[in-house]
Protein backbone atom coordinates (compact mmCIF):
# COMPACT_ATOMS: atom_id res chain seq x y z
CA UNK A 1 0.00 0.00 0.00
CA UNK A 2 2.83 2.36 0.83
CA UNK A 3 5.95 2.19 -0.80
CA UNK A 4 7.69 5.17 -2.63
CA UNK A 5 6.23 8.07 -0.37
CA UNK A 6 8.14 9.10 2.11
CA UNK A 7 5.67 11.08 3.83
CA UNK A 8 2.04 9.53 4.67
CA UNK A 9 -1.29 10.65 3.30
CA UNK A 10 -4.44 10.48 5.12
CA UNK A 11 -7.68 11.43 4.28
CA UNK A 12 -9.75 13.48 6.71
CA UNK A 13 -13.50 13.53 6.90
CA UNK A 14 -14.30 17.05 7.07
CA UNK A 15 -17.60 17.90 8.42
CA UNK A 16 -17.11 21.87 9.32
CA UNK A 17 -17.64 21.20 13.36
CA UNK A 18 -14.96 21.00 15.59
CA UNK A 19 -14.45 17.23 15.99
CA UNK A 20 -13.18 16.91 12.54
CA UNK A 21 -11.62 19.82 12.68
CA UNK A 22 -9.19 18.78 15.42
CA UNK A 23 -8.53 15.38 14.51
CA UNK A 24 -7.47 16.73 11.47
CA UNK A 25 -5.38 19.24 12.67
CA UNK A 26 -3.42 17.05 15.43
CA UNK A 27 -2.88 14.48 12.66
CA UNK A 28 -1.63 17.31 10.19
CA UNK A 29 0.80 18.34 13.31
CA UNK A 30 2.37 15.04 13.06
CA UNK A 31 3.95 15.77 9.60
CA UNK A 32 1.53 13.48 8.20
CA UNK A 33 0.24 15.03 4.36
CA UNK A 34 -3.65 15.62 5.26
CA UNK A 35 -6.29 15.93 2.50
CA UNK A 36 -9.89 17.22 3.61
CA UNK A 37 -12.98 15.33 2.18
CA UNK A 38 -16.71 16.96 2.93
CA UNK A 39 -19.53 14.67 1.68
CA UNK A 40 -22.52 16.93 0.94
CA UNK A 41 -26.23 15.49 1.46
CA UNK A 42 -29.09 15.77 -0.55
CA UNK A 43 -31.01 17.17 1.85
CA UNK A 44 -28.43 20.21 2.37
CA UNK A 45 -27.01 21.58 5.23
CA UNK A 46 -25.07 24.26 6.32
CA UNK A 47 -21.45 23.58 6.75
CA UNK A 48 -18.39 25.16 7.57
CA UNK A 49 -15.74 22.35 5.99
CA UNK A 50 -14.62 25.38 3.62
CA UNK A 51 -13.70 27.76 6.05
CA UNK A 52 -11.86 24.84 8.25
CA UNK A 53 -10.09 23.45 5.35
CA UNK A 54 -8.85 26.89 4.82
CA UNK A 55 -7.92 27.80 8.15
CA UNK A 56 -6.26 24.24 8.54
CA UNK A 57 -4.21 24.98 5.06
CA UNK A 58 -5.54 21.39 3.33
CA UNK A 59 -6.80 21.18 0.00
CA UNK A 60 -10.69 20.19 0.44
CA UNK A 61 -12.18 17.50 -1.64
CA UNK A 62 -16.22 18.01 -1.71
CA UNK A 63 -18.23 14.84 -3.05
CA UNK A 64 -22.42 14.74 -3.19
CA UNK A 65 -23.75 11.57 -1.00
CA UNK A 66 -26.16 11.77 -4.19
CA UNK A 67 -29.34 10.14 -4.82
CA UNK A 68 -28.09 6.72 -3.38
CA UNK A 69 -27.90 8.85 0.53
CA UNK A 70 -32.47 9.88 -0.18
CA UNK A 71 -32.82 5.51 -0.41
CA UNK A 72 -30.44 4.81 2.31
CA UNK A 73 -32.49 7.28 5.02
CA UNK A 74 -35.62 5.76 3.77
CA UNK A 75 -34.69 2.22 4.42
CA UNK A 76 -31.65 1.88 6.95
CA UNK A 77 -30.74 -1.21 7.87
CA UNK A 78 -29.50 -0.54 11.56
CA UNK A 79 -32.14 1.87 12.40
CA UNK A 80 -32.32 5.80 13.18
CA UNK A 81 -31.61 7.61 15.80
CA UNK A 82 -33.89 9.71 18.09
CA UNK A 83 -35.29 11.01 14.72
CA UNK A 84 -34.40 10.46 11.29
CA UNK A 85 -30.84 9.97 11.64
CA UNK A 86 -29.68 6.94 10.47
CA UNK A 87 -26.16 7.35 11.96
CA UNK A 88 -24.99 3.73 11.67
CA UNK A 89 -25.89 3.13 8.35
CA UNK A 90 -24.36 6.78 7.88
CA UNK A 91 -20.95 6.24 8.69
CA UNK A 92 -20.81 3.10 6.58
CA UNK A 93 -21.58 4.91 3.51
CA UNK A 94 -19.59 7.62 4.27
CA UNK A 95 -16.28 5.43 4.90
CA UNK A 96 -17.57 3.92 1.54
CA UNK A 97 -17.03 7.50 -0.25
CA UNK A 98 -13.80 7.66 1.64
CA UNK A 99 -12.49 4.93 0.57
CA UNK A 100 -12.97 5.70 -2.94
CA UNK A 101 -11.41 8.99 -2.49
CA UNK A 102 -8.28 7.51 -0.23
CA UNK A 103 -7.66 5.17 -3.43
CA UNK A 104 -8.12 7.84 -6.10
CA UNK A 105 -5.65 10.19 -4.03
CA UNK A 106 -3.14 7.54 -3.35
CA UNK A 107 -3.97 7.94 0.29
CA UNK A 108 -2.75 5.93 2.88
CA UNK A 109 -5.58 5.65 5.77
CA UNK A 110 -8.30 7.62 6.79
CA UNK A 111 -9.05 10.61 9.73
CA UNK A 112 -12.16 10.63 11.08
CA UNK A 113 -13.24 13.33 14.23
CA UNK A 114 -15.03 10.47 16.01
CA UNK A 115 -15.36 10.60 20.34
CA UNK A 116 -16.21 7.24 21.93
CA UNK A 117 -19.50 8.02 23.62
CA UNK A 118 -20.02 10.98 21.72
CA UNK A 119 -23.50 9.67 19.87
CA UNK A 120 -25.63 6.95 21.44
CA UNK A 121 -26.21 5.16 18.21
CA UNK A 122 -22.87 5.93 16.05
CA UNK A 123 -20.48 6.78 18.24
CA UNK A 124 -20.10 3.62 20.61
CA UNK A 125 -17.31 1.38 20.93
CA UNK A 126 -19.38 -1.73 19.96
CA UNK A 127 -20.85 0.68 16.94
CA UNK A 128 -17.62 1.71 15.83
CA UNK A 129 -16.72 -1.86 15.26
CA UNK A 130 -19.73 -2.70 13.74
CA UNK A 131 -19.47 0.29 11.31
CA UNK A 132 -15.65 -0.70 10.41
CA UNK A 133 -16.84 -4.21 9.79
CA UNK A 134 -19.64 -3.21 7.53
CA UNK A 135 -17.69 -1.16 5.36
CA UNK A 136 -14.60 -1.20 3.44
CA UNK A 137 -12.46 0.26 5.66
CA UNK A 138 -11.74 -1.87 8.97
CA UNK A 139 -8.46 -0.98 10.20
CA UNK A 140 -7.84 1.97 7.74
CA UNK A 141 -9.55 4.49 10.12
CA UNK A 142 -7.52 6.42 12.05
CA UNK A 143 -9.86 8.37 15.26
CA UNK A 144 -6.87 10.96 16.73
CA UNK A 145 -9.56 11.85 19.50
CA UNK A 146 -10.44 9.01 21.12
CA UNK A 147 -7.75 6.41 19.32
CA UNK A 148 -5.95 5.85 22.86
CA UNK A 149 -8.77 4.22 24.04
CA UNK A 150 -9.08 1.71 21.55
CA UNK A 151 -7.67 -0.67 19.56
CA UNK A 152 -4.48 0.12 17.34
CA UNK A 153 -5.32 0.33 13.59
CA UNK A 154 -3.24 0.25 10.56
CA UNK A 155 -1.18 3.93 10.48
CA UNK A 156 -0.37 2.92 14.39
CA UNK A 157 0.71 -0.39 13.18
CA UNK A 158 2.41 0.64 9.95
CA UNK A 159 4.21 3.57 12.54
CA UNK A 160 2.76 6.38 10.34
CA UNK A 161 1.59 7.89 13.98
CA UNK A 162 2.23 6.87 17.61
CA UNK A 163 0.06 5.88 19.96
CA UNK A 164 1.73 8.42 22.60
CA UNK A 165 -0.08 11.14 20.27
CA UNK A 166 -3.64 9.69 20.49
CA UNK A 167 -6.06 11.27 22.67
CA UNK A 168 -8.30 9.77 25.21
CA UNK A 169 -11.42 11.89 24.71
CA UNK A 170 -14.79 10.22 25.64
CA UNK A 171 -18.12 10.90 26.76
CA UNK A 172 -20.61 13.71 25.54
CA UNK A 173 -18.51 16.56 26.88
CA UNK A 174 -16.96 19.62 24.95
CA UNK A 175 -14.61 20.56 27.51
CA UNK A 176 -11.27 18.56 26.20
CA UNK A 177 -12.25 19.72 22.67
CA UNK A 178 -13.06 23.36 23.08
CA UNK A 179 -9.67 23.56 24.87
CA UNK A 180 -7.71 21.62 22.51
CA UNK A 181 -8.93 24.21 19.66
CA UNK A 182 -7.49 26.81 21.55
CA UNK A 183 -4.43 25.55 21.49
CA UNK A 184 -4.20 24.65 18.26
CA UNK A 185 -5.57 28.17 17.19
CA UNK A 186 -8.91 26.70 15.91
CA UNK A 187 -11.58 29.13 15.61
CA UNK A 188 -13.85 28.06 11.92
CA UNK A 189 -15.86 25.70 12.90
CA UNK A 190 -19.88 25.09 13.38
CA UNK A 191 -21.11 25.45 16.79
CA UNK A 192 -22.22 21.65 18.04
CA UNK A 193 -26.08 22.59 18.20
CA UNK A 194 -25.78 23.11 14.12
CA UNK A 195 -25.42 19.81 11.91
CA UNK A 196 -27.03 17.35 10.45
CA UNK A 197 -30.61 18.15 9.68
CA UNK A 198 -31.60 14.12 9.82
CA UNK A 199 -31.58 14.77 13.84
CA UNK A 200 -33.92 17.92 14.20
CA UNK A 201 -37.64 17.00 14.61
CA UNK A 202 -39.47 19.07 12.56
CA UNK A 203 -37.00 18.00 9.45
CA UNK A 204 -37.79 14.42 10.51
CA UNK A 205 -41.68 15.57 10.12
CA UNK A 206 -41.06 16.69 6.83
CA UNK A 207 -38.63 14.02 5.64
CA UNK A 208 -41.26 11.12 6.35
CA UNK A 209 -44.54 13.24 4.60
CA UNK A 210 -41.81 12.78 1.78
CA UNK A 211 -41.13 9.40 1.75
CA UNK A 212 -44.92 8.60 2.74
CA UNK A 213 -45.86 10.77 -1.00
CA UNK A 214 -43.44 10.78 -3.48
CA UNK A 215 -44.49 13.01 -6.58
CA UNK A 216 -40.90 12.58 -8.19
CA UNK A 217 -41.10 10.85 -11.74
CA UNK A 218 -37.72 11.55 -12.31
CA UNK A 219 -34.34 11.04 -9.93
CA UNK A 220 -33.46 14.59 -10.95
CA UNK A 221 -36.87 15.50 -9.71
CA UNK A 222 -36.66 13.50 -6.58
CA UNK A 223 -32.89 15.34 -5.85
CA UNK A 224 -34.42 18.50 -5.97
CA UNK A 225 -37.57 18.19 -4.10
CA UNK A 226 -35.40 16.60 -1.44
CA UNK A 227 -32.78 19.77 -1.41
CA UNK A 228 -36.16 21.79 -1.02
CA UNK A 229 -36.97 19.91 2.26
CA UNK A 230 -35.18 22.68 4.31
CA UNK A 231 -36.79 25.77 2.21
CA UNK A 232 -40.02 27.24 3.42
CA UNK A 233 -43.15 26.55 5.22
CA UNK A 234 -44.87 23.12 4.57
CA UNK A 235 -47.97 22.47 3.88
CA UNK A 236 -50.24 19.00 3.34
CA UNK A 237 -53.48 20.36 1.96
CA UNK A 238 -54.74 16.58 1.37
CA UNK A 239 -53.33 12.94 0.77
CA UNK A 240 -52.24 13.99 -3.02
CA UNK A 241 -50.61 18.33 -2.70
CA UNK A 242 -48.07 19.64 -0.65
CA UNK A 243 -47.17 23.19 -0.95
CA UNK A 244 -43.81 24.96 -0.01
CA UNK A 245 -44.19 28.78 1.03
CA UNK A 246 -41.21 30.21 0.93
CA UNK A 247 -40.08 32.37 4.05
CA UNK A 248 -37.23 35.07 2.62
CA UNK A 249 -36.60 36.67 -0.25
CA UNK A 250 -33.37 33.98 -0.46
CA UNK A 251 -35.61 31.01 -0.39
CA UNK A 252 -38.01 33.12 -2.82
CA UNK A 253 -34.95 33.03 -5.53
CA UNK A 254 -33.98 29.55 -4.29
CA UNK A 255 -37.84 28.11 -4.97
CA UNK A 256 -37.83 30.12 -8.52
CA UNK A 257 -34.72 28.27 -9.40
CA UNK A 258 -36.10 24.65 -8.66
CA UNK A 259 -39.44 24.85 -9.94
CA UNK A 260 -38.93 23.37 -13.30
CA UNK A 261 -36.48 20.57 -11.79
CA UNK A 262 -38.63 19.57 -8.91
CA UNK A 263 -41.97 18.99 -11.55
CA UNK A 264 -43.95 20.93 -9.29
CA UNK A 265 -46.11 23.64 -10.10
CA UNK A 266 -45.13 27.68 -9.20
CA UNK A 267 -47.64 30.20 -8.01
CA UNK A 268 -46.57 33.48 -7.48
CA UNK A 269 -48.55 36.92 -5.79
CA UNK A 270 -49.28 38.70 -9.35
CA UNK A 271 -50.39 42.45 -7.77
CA UNK A 272 -49.33 42.51 -4.42
CA UNK A 273 -45.47 42.01 -2.11
CA UNK A 274 -45.41 38.26 -1.14
CA UNK A 275 -43.73 34.54 -1.06
CA UNK A 276 -43.91 32.25 -4.04
CA UNK A 277 -45.02 28.85 -3.40
CA UNK A 278 -44.38 25.29 -5.02
CA UNK A 279 -47.24 23.22 -5.16
CA UNK A 280 -46.50 18.92 -5.60
CA UNK A 281 -48.61 16.64 -6.75
CA UNK A 282 -52.30 17.45 -7.97
CA UNK A 283 -54.51 19.89 -7.99
CA UNK A 284 -58.10 20.38 -8.16
CA UNK A 285 -60.23 23.60 -8.26
CA UNK A 286 -60.63 23.35 -3.93
CA UNK A 287 -56.74 22.94 -3.65
CA UNK A 288 -55.82 25.56 -6.49
CA UNK A 289 -58.01 28.12 -4.27
CA UNK A 290 -56.23 27.04 -0.68
CA UNK A 291 -52.94 27.69 -2.50
CA UNK A 292 -53.80 31.19 -3.92
CA UNK A 293 -55.12 31.94 -0.10
CA UNK A 294 -52.23 30.68 1.80
CA UNK A 295 -50.04 33.03 -0.71
CA UNK A 296 -52.41 35.64 0.47
CA UNK A 297 -52.00 35.12 4.24
CA UNK A 298 -48.32 35.84 3.82
CA UNK A 299 -49.01 39.07 1.50
CA UNK A 300 -49.46 42.32 1.43
CA UNK A 301 -52.69 43.11 0.82
CA UNK A 302 -52.96 45.68 -2.07
CA UNK A 303 -54.38 48.94 -1.47
CA UNK A 304 -58.42 48.86 -3.04
CA UNK A 305 -58.88 45.53 -5.10
CA UNK A 306 -58.30 41.77 -3.97
CA UNK A 307 -55.10 39.21 -4.01
CA UNK A 308 -54.63 37.93 -6.95
CA UNK A 309 -52.24 35.17 -7.91
CA UNK A 310 -50.31 33.55 -11.04
CA UNK A 311 -49.87 30.14 -11.51
CA UNK A 312 -47.24 28.35 -13.96
CA UNK A 313 -47.84 24.78 -15.11
CA UNK A 314 -45.28 23.23 -17.26
CA UNK A 315 -46.71 20.79 -19.68
CA UNK A 316 -43.84 17.79 -20.83
CA UNK A 317 -42.43 19.78 -23.89
CA UNK A 318 -41.37 22.29 -20.94
CA UNK A 319 -44.15 25.11 -22.11
CA UNK A 320 -45.21 27.04 -19.26
CA UNK A 321 -48.68 27.83 -19.05
CA UNK A 322 -50.06 30.62 -16.80
CA UNK A 323 -53.60 31.45 -15.09
CA UNK A 324 -54.73 34.27 -12.98
CA UNK A 325 -56.63 33.37 -9.43
CA UNK A 326 -58.17 35.44 -7.13
CA UNK A 327 -57.87 34.99 -3.74
CA UNK A 328 -61.08 35.11 -1.85
CA UNK A 329 -60.22 34.84 1.37
CA UNK A 330 -56.64 35.11 3.34
CA UNK A 331 -56.13 31.10 5.07
CA UNK A 332 -56.67 31.36 8.58
CA UNK A 333 -54.39 30.64 11.35
CA UNK A 334 -56.47 27.35 12.42
CA UNK A 335 -56.49 26.04 8.74
CA UNK A 336 -52.63 26.78 8.89
CA UNK A 337 -51.99 24.82 11.80
CA UNK A 338 -54.51 22.13 10.47
CA UNK A 339 -51.88 21.92 7.37
CA UNK A 340 -48.40 22.28 8.45
CA UNK A 341 -45.51 20.13 8.27
CA UNK A 342 -43.16 20.05 11.41
CA UNK A 343 -42.99 23.54 12.68
CA UNK A 344 -42.55 26.12 10.18
S1 LIG B 1 -25.61 12.84 12.53
FE1 LIG B 1 -26.30 12.90 10.41
S2 LIG B 1 -24.41 13.06 9.19
FE2 LIG B 1 -23.82 12.38 11.24
S3 LIG B 1 -23.78 10.14 11.10
FE3 LIG B 1 -25.82 10.72 11.84
S4 LIG B 1 -27.08 10.84 10.01
FE4 LIG B 1 -24.94 10.89 9.34
Request: aromatic share 6%.
Amino acid sequence: MLSLKTVPKAIALISGGLDSALAASLVKSWGIDVVGLHLISPFGCTTDAEKVAKELQIPLIIKEKGEAFIELVEKPQYGYGSQMNPCIDCRIYMFELAEKTRIEQKADFIITGEVVGQRPLSQNKNAMKLIDRKSPVEDLILRPLSGGNIAATLAEKKGWVKRENLLKISGRGRGEQIALAKTLSLSEYSSPGGGCLLTEKAFSSRLKDFYSHPTYKTPEQKMAQASLLRLGRHFRLSEKTKVIVARTEAENNEITRLWKESGALFFKPANFIGPSALVFGSLTSETKQQVTSLLARYGKKPEGESFKVESLEMNSENQVYPSLLIVTEPTSDDILNQWRIGIT
